[in-house]
């Protein structure tokens, strides 16, 4: 009995890369460029993270076929990560899918596709994949050093050394090939080829870092405070409070001369209150365009 049980359960948790393809292409969230290059995310499931498993977890974070941590896990799907594990591979999926879209809007995946190729290598559907699954922050980092090695994980994981493992330029015994996207000729490495040139995401409006649309003021605001460690709004107020002091000082020292000049009778109480005056009004002035600005 045990025995016709076992086959059972190995189906239960693990899944070919035609079906993971085929949840990919069935994502209601699904682009178009996921499901022209689900291949590539097959191969991201089988070759790099879970062999197939969609009950897998990693020992420290991460879960399921394509191993999403804790943290979207729960904003994506609003199941634990038990309760994830247990979920169809169509679930899972979903919710991956879910989170890439999210994360392919970003500055780095964005520019990486638009490079067309990078340290020597072509910027393909494998290479934007592993840029995605090993963090936008640590991908921009790579751009940023415009090499390879510019980021490697803890187990010297670097995004184009997974992307090679995506694409099957080093096997992973056991995994067995993966079928390229129906019409699409296989490359020869036993892995899906990409049947659509990596899109150039084109922006209908001016983004942030992560993709969110943001008004031209917030772009500035975001751009400087990322320039120099300041806000734009704590910048303007440091400066109208040195104006502001500066002008009180000015309006104080004309104001004692004034004074001095009366305590010595060289001018009259008249002038005397007339300067006051004028510099109480020109200080208010001041004060009320300041607040205005």
């Known amino acids: 009995m045990l025995a016709m049980l076992l086959p059972l359960m190995a189906w239960a948790v693990t899944v070919t890369a035609e079906q993971i393809m085929a949840a990919v292409r069935a994502a209601p969230n699904a682009t178009q460029w996921l499901r022209d ?29 394509l191993q999403m941590n804790q943290t979207n896990i729960q904003a994506y799907t609003n199941l634990t990560p038990e309760q994830y594990r247990q979920s169809s591979l169509q679930t899972q999926v979903d919710a991956w899918v879910r989170l890439t879209v999210d994360a392919l809007r970003a500055r780095a995946p964005r520019t990486l596709a638009g490079m067309g190729t990078f340290d020597g290598r072509a910027a393909d559907a494998h290479l934007v994949l592993a840029c995605v699954q090993l963090g936008i922050g640590n991908c921009q980092r ?8 510019g980021f490697a994980d803890s187990n010297g994981t670097t995004i184009c050394s997974m992307a090679d493992r995506l694409a099957g330029v080093t096997p992973n015994p056991g995994t067995g090939p993966i079928p390229p996207n129906p019409g699409t000729p296989g490359n020869g490495t036993g892995g899906g080829t990409v049947s659509a040139p990596v899109p150039v995401y084109v922006p209908s409006c001016i983004q942030d870092g992560y993709g969110g649309c943001v008004s031209i003021t917030q772009a500035i605001d975001q751009g400087f405070a990322q320039g120099s460690g300041a806000s734009m709004t704590d910048m303007k107020r440091l400066i109208y409070a040195i104006v502001a002091t500066s002008m009180a000082l000015v309006l104080l020292s004309s104001s004692r001369k004034t004074w001095r000049l009366f305590s010595k009778g060289r001018i009259p109480a008249a002038s005397l209150l007339v300067s006051w005056k004028g510099a109480a009004v020109a200080m208010t002035v001041l004060l009320v365009i300041l607040t205005m600005l």
């Open 37 to 65: 290059n689900a291949a590539a995310v097959a191969n991201l499931a089988i070759r790099v993270e879970s062999s197939g498993n969609t009950e897998a977890y990693n020992g420290s974070c991460c879960y399921g076929v």
């Open 142 to 149: 790579m751009i940023n050093s415009g090499s390879c090695s």
